[in-house]
């Protein structure tokens, strides 16, 4: 199995931008799709990035297409989400979440994943 922390997240002014980070340990890394994903107090939690194995695809929300930039380097076990022009609506705890998959893909469902980090906090001011 593989275990994922996410870390990079922090208080930020609307229009302002944001990276954070998951990092990964155990298994070989390129195995593992990569989503992430994020809940708002009293919300459910939501689909915002995915991306597959090697990064050749990458899924976003309709959301924060165009704002939010998902990447991964497979030599750091580690998956980035650059996020741009930031809007308080953003503000919620970011999960990252780890599927291993013979078939690759970018995943927007997070049933389809089995592994889970605690989370990082964005909040994002007015």
């Known amino acids: 199995q593989v275990q994922l922390v996410e870390s990079g997240g922090g208080l930020v002014q609307a229009g302002g931008s944001l990276r954070v980070s998951c990092g990964a340990s155990g298994r070989t890394f390129s195995n593992y799709a990569i989503g992430w994903f994020r809940q708002a107090p009293g919300k459910e939690r939501e689909f915002v990035a995915a991306?597959?194995?090697?990064?050749?695809?990458?899924n976003y929300a309709d959301s924060v297409k165009g704002r939010f930039t998902i990447s991964r380097d497979n030599a750091r076990s580690t998956v980035y989400l650059q996020m741009d022009s930031l809007k308080p609506e953003d503000t919620a705890i970011y999960y990252c979440?780890?599927?291993?998959?013979?078939?690759?893909?970018?995943?927007?469902?997070?049933?389809?994943?089995?592994?889970w980090g605690q989370g990082t906090q964005v909040t994002v001011s007015s």
């Open positions: 979440a780890a599927i291993q998959r013979l078939i690759s893909g970018a995943y927007a469902k997070a049933t389809e994943y089995a592994y």
């Open positions: 991306i597959s194995r090697y990064g050749a695809t990458k």
